[in-house]
T-cell receptor, first 115, second 116 residues
Framework: AQTVTQSQPEMSVQEAETVTLSCTYD???????LFWYKQPPSRQMILVIR??????QNATENRFSVNFQKAAKSFSLKISDSQLGDAAMYFC????????????FGKGITLSVRP | DTAVSQTPKYLVTQMGNDKSIKCEQN?????MYWYKQDSKKFLKIMFS???????INETVPNRFSPKSPDKAHLNLHINSLELGDSAVYFC???????????????FGEGSRLTVL
């Protein structure tokens, strides 16, 4: 069974600084997708960034980027130039390719941004 | 237009009652899901339907019964509600093949159920 581990329950960052959120996963599959979702206090689940396992290049979306280490099964999220609106819970998630697969989440990390 | 919409957004009810949550998606996806987010914010899948067919059924009490009248709708009915059922229930949709359109799930806004 696939598992996703986020070992840090909380992190804090100063506005305009950079923060990295950690995630590790366990799978025997070779092809899969990894995601970071953001859940602000409004509780809406918002996709931040995705990474295809077959791609060596790390995904980037504006101020958000990932460090994907397939051999180490590590998938961290870097937020640059942190903004107050980045304060939220962040969930790392895994989904294998193919049919009928589910999205498996880590426990999440609460990110606070200090003004 | 809301992509994945669920109703009601909030539900407060007494133990022992029966309640339903409805979900609709207008994204043209063929697969829909119910996830439960507990008080510790942990998200766990409950069910998944593909074109009205149940394809994922995690260990969920049989008081929970999903129903999918068509591929755009997935409802969740809960019988004999218990205190432990209090949670936020998320509906989501995607393409069946995780290799299609990058496999992401689109979520509704969640329905907060409080059982007293």
């Amino acid at each position: 069974a696939q598992t996703v581990t986020q070992s840090q329950p909380e992190m804090s960052v100063q506005e305009a600084e950079t923060v990295t959120l950690s995630c590790t996963y366990d799978t025997s599959e070779s092809d899969y997708y990894l995601f970071w979702y953001k859940q602000p206090p409004s509780r809406q689940m918002i996709l931040v960034i995705r990474q295809e396992a077959y791609k060596q290049q790390n995904a980037t979306e504006n101020r958000f980027s990932v460090n994907f280490q397939k051999a180490a099964k590590s998938f961290s999220l870097k937020i640059s130039d942190s903004q107050l609106g980045d304060a939220a819970m962040y969930f790392c998630a895994y989904r294998r390719t193919g049919a009928n697969s589910k999205l498996t989440f880590g426990k999440g990390i609460t990110l606070s941004v200090r003004p | 237009d809301t992509a994945v919409s669920q109703t009601p957004k909030y539900l407060v009810t007494q133990m022992g009652n029966d309640k339903s949550i409805k979900c609709e998606q207008n994204l043209g996806h063929d697969t829909m899901y119910w996830y439960k987010q507990d008080s510790k914010k942990f998200l766990k899948i409950m069910f998944s339907y593909n074109n009205k067919e149940l394809i994922i059924n995690e260990t969920v009490p049989n008081r929970f019964s999903p129903k999918s009248p068509d591929k755009a709708h997935l409802n969740l009915h809960i019988n004999s509600l218990e205190l432990g059922d209090s949670a936020v229930y998320f509906c989501a949709s995607s393409h069946r093949l995780a290799g299609a359109f990058f496999g992401e799930l689109f979520f509704g806004e969640g329905s907060r159920l409080t059982v007293l």
